[in-house]
């Protein structure tokens, strides 16, 4: 049973240009949500996605914005990259409930960006 | 929104002893304590989560608490080996809001 996957690994970018990351949630799971990871700190929320639409937003400017696919993976994209942007960005995914409780969610590995 | 302290930020241990970690949270609607265990390059791993019709919870050599009253949940590590040397996050998520709010994170070394 796969776990949550992220791609890439690794991405350098400089200022001003744009990226898109790419996740695959853990098998059974219809529900991703994003996370900013500053170094030596805890994950931020950024967003989340169910039923290809975003669902709830953390405290991130309109220049993150994200997608979901019919099979539940979801893309991240950030423009105009900053060098504040600099950070892991993780991908966490878990399976929507309808009685408003937090359902587990299970991270991927991340994806290290980098900008220059 | 939610505010989750986290303390302490480093912890040394010798092997064997036990570990300790407390968290605070200021959001009385969240009712999901997870905590995250994150190795070097890699993603955050769940050890162990708690929901706030539970006061405590343990598996193996870990244990959670929670005291809604007093609005803390604390992470137990019990007979610590290297393996444990790692980064700990605890989480708070309030009742019908997705979002994972995280400490800071601590920082533990097991001494052999």
């Known amino acids: 049973d796969a776990g949550v996957t992220q791609s890439p690994t690794h991405l350098i970018k400089t200022r001003g240009q744009q990226v898109t990351l790419r996740c695959s949630p853990k098998?059974?799971?219809?529900?991703v949500s994003w996370y900013q990871q500053a170094l030596g700190q805890g994950p931020q929320f950024i967003f989340q996605?169910?039923?290809?639409?975003?669902?709830q937003r953390g405290n991130f400017p309109d220049r993150f914005s994200g997608h979901q696919f019919p099979n539940y993976s979801s893309e991240l994209n950030v423009n105009a990259l900053l060098l504040g942007d600099s950070a892991l960005y993780l991908c966490?995914?878990?399976?929507?409930?309808?009685?408003?409780?937090?359902?587990?969610?299970?991270f991927g590995p991340g994806t290290r960006l980098t900008v220059l | 929104g939610e505010n989750v302290e986290q303390h302490p930020s480093t912890l040394s241990v010798q092997e064997g002893d036990s570990a300790v970690i407390k968290c605070t949270y200021s959001?009385?609607?969240?009712?999901?304590f997870p905590w995250y265990k994150q190795e070097l390059g890699k993603g955050p791993q769940l050890i162990i989560d708690?929901?706030?019709?539970?006061g405590e919870k343990k598996d193996q050599r870990i244990a959670v608490t929670l005291n809604k009253t007093a609005k803390h949940f604390s992470l137990h590590i019990t007979e610590t080996q290297p393996e444990d040397s790692a980064v700990y996050f605890c989480?708070?998520?309030?009742?019908?809001?997705?979002?994972?709010?995280f400490g800071a994170g601590t920082t533990v070394t097991v001494r052999a």
């Open positions: 708690i929901r706030s019709n539970v």
């Open positions: 098998s059974g799971h219809d529900t």
């Open positions: 959001d009385s609607a969240s009712n999901y």
């Open positions: 996605y169910y039923e290809e639409e975003e669902r």
């Open positions: 966490a995914s878990s399976l929507w409930t309808w009685d408003g409780g937090t359902d587990t969610q299970y």
């Open positions: 989480a708070a998520g309030p009742l019908g809001d997705y979002k994972l709010s």
